[in-house]
């Protein structure tokens, strides 16, 4: 489902067993709740979604679950925080083949980039799938 952009789009926290192991059940729980509250999209693996310590194998397996659980009710968006511009291309191009909806970016993780070093790495992702992307920025931290 193509996203529209507009509403209601959170970043789903990631739920978790007791032996820290992704609780896809819960996560399931969660997003039908969100669906249930009026959201109009969501986006999988951000910040709150615990995108800095969840394996690439992990989003993936959230993605391909909620994909697979809301069935094209809402656009499901994968969030891309990655520390490495290569990082961050095979991110993209694994959530474009699992069938993710659109891209949510941050930019550059592992230190303040330029605004060259920025653009160049959008573009980069941008350039290395067909999906669309959302910009995340912040500011405060990220100093953009």
Known sequence: MKPQWKGIYPAL????????????????KNVEAQINAGIHGCVIAGSLGEAST???????????EILN????????????????TVAAVQAAQNAQE??????????????????????EFYKAVASSCDLP????????????
């Open 13 to 28: 926290t990631t739920k978790f067993t007791d032996d820290y192991r992704v609780d896809i059940p819960s996560c399931i």
């Open 54 to 64: 969840l394996t690439q194998n992990e989003k993936i397996l959230i993605l391909k």
């Open 69 to 84: 659980y809301v069935n094209g009710r809402i656009p499901v968006i994968m969030n891309i925080a990655e520390q490495s």
């Open 98 to 119: 699992t069938g993710a909806d659109g891209l949510m970016m941050l930019p550059p993780m592992r230190y303040a980039s330029d605004d060259r070093e920025t653009i």
């Open 133 to 144: 992307i959302m910009t995340y920025n912040n500011p405060h931290d990220y100093k953009i």
